[in-house]
């Protein structure tokens, strides 16, 4: 800090020239002392973060402010779920087959299906048995106007108190497996230091009521949650501590749980470096350390995509080489099919330059661990150097390519040239340099528009096949085996509606999601892919982040009042689609599980 201590000198109210002014000189008493304050000067040193009292807890859930609190605080037991649901019926039957060429194929043993989740868009329960408060605790409650619809995350889907009944709807309906995170700040309040003895035995139960239900876990250590205390510290992923602080929380949860887990993910999609942690209110409501300035910007984008990738590779490494685990793990990937607006040679630039930005960036893990070369000559010193120990980390840490792809896009070059716009940081299309679009070169849509609160989604379901072609071929031909860990719809204005009856025929999802899985098994037993897993999303309707509760994406609707989940008709779309394609072929409920049903083996340790 460069505040500088002026004790003693004393300046005289203005307007009093000396001896000639009637108004007393003041006197400094010499019990204080006085400093000049730069609250600007203070961000170049991180606050110290050593203090884990129930007090340092309570000022930062001060920081939060005032949170709702749902009618349910206690764990429910679960009721008796139905042997039949209502579906669809014979007035408006589901979207029939799209891909008459899979008519009859069938699913290997080893193919991994299910819905997901997030620990923050799902379970409520905000500051509940020693939770700390995560940034998207804050950002709702304190970010004016930053979600569209003003709701926050305190109550959502209540799923903390609720997952028993949750679990016991997924075995119900037959679903093989669930993908969920778990929060950090759960584990650990303050980012680092004690563990939260109560967010341990609320995971403890889940695992296991998961293993009861036959249900297998795939889990997520970070889905974008990050503990509020570690950006009040130094940054959150703006700086290299945070590197140690992830390793701590990630090696705890994974000695804990590792044998009750069928595959491990150490993130959620690190673009959200890109599309959310670096346009945080930096230098307002949240401290600009290590050079971020107010807003954030390209600067926080490429330190947060470094600190995370060296996170992901460091976890990576111990799991294997030290901790000896046996799990495939990876982190999931947030890209979509991009097609050139023409046939010119700059728009296929513009191709390859935009999945350079999108899965280059984060796919050293498949290559020899750099980044791109299009984005170390186009970012130059915004981008941190890997060393060749760095590099070394990451070529080889993964297991398999897991794929959250929604979408489609166009891309063309920007009109004064990829070139021009490479080289000039304030060009509004820097840094990719391609210019992406839903419409096609013709002009028409490529697809029908999601929700507006997911104004980037368009349903393009037949992209998903080239698209895992190109990922596992072309650009990296090094992928053993590639899971789609999310696709999904949001339906127009389906938070509009107020009653199950206009709600519940999801037409938009539903043939999204049959059109989806005939390309995904086209892409398998046709073109040779080795596509693994398809994971839905969403369990059912939940926090969409700047969305707000007002964008759905579940395959349930879920009454946020009630909290009462009833499948919609993309729910029996999806089981359909696995119940004519799964290994088995039957109609019976629980058709896949003939590999890894996972048993619950021994009761958890001690804490
Ligand atoms: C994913 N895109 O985010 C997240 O993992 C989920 O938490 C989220 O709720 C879900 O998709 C739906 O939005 C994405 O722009 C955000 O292509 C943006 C994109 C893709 C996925």
């Known amino acids: 800090m460069s505040a500088s201590a002026t004790s003693g000198s004393v300046r005289q109210p203005s307007g009093s020239a000396g001896s000639q002014s009637s108004i007393p000189a003041i006197t400094e008493s010499t019990l204080y002392s006085t ?14 973060l050593t203090d884990f009292s129930n007090e340092q807890l309570a000022f930062l859930w001060d920081q939060v402010g005032p949170r709702q609190t749902a009618a349910i605080t206690t764990t429910v037991s679960p009721t008796p779920e139905p042997s039949v649901f209502p579906k669809p019926g014979n007035l408006h039957g589901l979207v029939p087959a799209y891909l008459q060429e899979v008519a009859d194929a069938k699913l290997l043993d080893d193919f991994l299906w299910g819905v997901a989740s997030a ?24 970010w004016a106007n930053s979600i569209a619809d003003n709701t926050t995350g305190d109550i959502t889907a209540n799923n903390y108190y609720l997952y028993k009944q949750d679990n016991a709807r997924l075995k119900a309906l037959g679903i093989q497996s669930y993908s969920f995170s778990i929060g950090w700040a759960r584990i650990f309040p303050f ?23 036959d249900i297998k876990a795939v889990v997520t250590l970070f889905h974008w949650d990050t503990p509020l205390a570690l950006f009040n510290s130094y940054g959150a992923w703006t700086s290299e501590d945070i590197v140690e602080d992830y390793f701590n929380y990630a090696k705890y949860v994974i000695t804990r749980y590792d044998k009750y887990v069928t595959a491990w993910y150490t993130f959620n999609e690190p673009q959200y470096c890109n599309w959310r942690f670096s346009t945080y209110p930096y230098g307002t409501i949240l401290p600009d350390y290590n050079g971020i300035g107010v807003g954030g910007g390209l600067r926080a984008r490429f330190l947060c995509g470094h600190y995370t990738l060296l996170a992901h590779a460091t976890v990576y490494k111990w799991y294997k080489e030290v901790f000896g685990g046996t799990k495939p793990m990876t982190h999931k990937t947030s890209a979509n099919y991009i097609l050139p607006n023409s046939s010119s040679a700059a728009d296929a630039e513009a191709v390859t330059r935009q999945y350079d930005f ?31 120990d760095q590099m070394a980390l990451i070529k080889g840490s993964g297991d398999f390519y897991a794929l959250d792809g929604y979408t489609a896009n166009y891309a063309a070059a920007p009109p004064n040239g990829i070139a021009a716009c490479a080289a000039n940081r304030s060009d509004p299309n820097f ?56 696709f999904g719809f949001a339906d127009p204005c389906e938070a509009s509606f107020n009653s199950p009856s206009q709600i519940l025929w999801d037409l938009r999802r539903a043939d999204y999601i049959q059109s989806y899985l005939d390309n995904i098994l086209a892409a398998r037993v046709l073109d040779g892919v080795n596509v693994t897993g398809a994971f839905a999303w969403a369990i059912y309707d939940n926090y969409e982040w700047n969305s707000g509760l007002g964008t759905r994406f579940g395959l349930q609707y879920n009454n946020m009042t009630s909290q009462e989940r009833y499948p919609k008709a993309s729910m029996f779309q999806f089981l359909n689609w696995f119940q004519t394609h799964g290994t088995l072929g039957s109609g019976a409920a629980n058709i896949t599980a003939p590999v890894g049903k996972v048993k619950r083996e021994s009761a958890f340790g001690q804490l």
Not at 35 to 48: D, E, H, I, R
Not at 120 to 126: I, L, M, N, R
Not at 360 to 383: C, I, Q
Not at 431 to 454: H, V
């Open 358 to 388: 999108d899965i280059g960036w984060f796919g050293g893990m498949w290559t020899n661990g750099d980044y791109p070369a299009s984005l170390k000559s186009t970012l130059g010193d915004l981008l941190p150097t890997l060393t060749a």
């Open 35 to 48: 400093t000049s304050f730069n609250f600007s000067a203070g961000t170049s040193t991180y606050l110290p």
């Open 119 to 142: 620990a923050f868009q799902v379970e409520g329960a905000v500051d509940a048995e020693g939770k700390g408060p995560s940034v998207w605790d804050l950002l709702p409650h304190r």
């Open 431 to 486: 840094p990719e340099c391609s210019i992406t679009s839903p419409l096609q070169p013709d002009g028409f849509p490529e697809g029908p528009n999601a929700d507006a609160g997911a104004s980037w989604l368009w349903s393009t379901p037949q992209a998903i096949r080239p698209f895992l072609s190109f990922i596992t071929k072309d650009y990296f031909p090094t992928v053993p085996s590639i899971v789609v860990s999310e």
């Open 191 to 213: 980012g680092r230091g004690p563990v939260n003895a109560q967010g341990v035995t609320h995971y403890d139960d889940l695992f296991a009521n998961l293993m009861d239900n």
